[in-house]
């Protein structure tokens, strides 16, 4: 599967979520660790949902850039 992330510059940090698996965050002191972070994150929260007898929701989100005149 493949899911999208968003990573947002916080104030002393990254941050990361997955907009399809609702709870599912990290943070990390750079981009790379954030990446990391998010995708333990993504396994743990994949397998807690398959333990608990919870559906895998499907990927749906969808990422894109618009490129807008300064």
């Known amino acids: ?3 999208s992330i968003v990573i947002e510059k916080a104030e002393n940090n ?3 979520y997955v907009p399809d698996l609702p709870g599912c965050v990290a943070t ?3 981009v790379a660790e954030t ?3 998010i995708r333990e ?3 743990l ?3 807690g949902m398959r333990e608990d007898g919870l559906p895998i929701p499907e990927p749906s989100s969808s990422v894109d850039y618009i490129e807008i005149a300064a």
């Open 1 to 3: 599967m493949r899911y």
């Open 45 to 47: 929260h994949l397998r």
């Open 28 to 30: 990390g002191a750079t």
């Open 41 to 43: 994150a993504i396994d």
């Open 35 to 37: 990446e990391q972070q």
């Open 14 to 16: 990254f941050a990361a």
